[in-house]
């Protein structure tokens, strides 16, 4: 670790950190069931997709606001 941290300007703690942190991440995944993930994913991608079409509908019906203020203030 010595070699690293002096290899890569970093220090001892740093890379015992990263360790750490890759050991409990690896811990959870084999803790964890793939299909819980899938799922999980899933969901994400679900409510993340709903947002987008919200956020595309707003977007829309502020431009035709837009277009009917200006329609307005024209006349």
Do not use: H
Request: proline share 3%; charged share 40%; net charge negative.
């Amino acid at each position: 670790m010595a070699e690293a941290s002096r290899s890569f300007d970093l220090t001892p703690s740093e890379i015992e950190g990263w360790v750490e942190d890759a050991k409990r991440g690896m811990e959870n995944s084999l803790r964890a069931n793939p299909l819980d993930i899938r799922e999980q994913y899933e969901k994400q991608l679900k409510d993340l997709q709903e947002a987008y079409g919200e956020a595309m509908l707003e977007l829309r019906a502020r431009k035709k606001l837009a277009a009917l203020m200006e329609r307005e203030d024209g006349n």
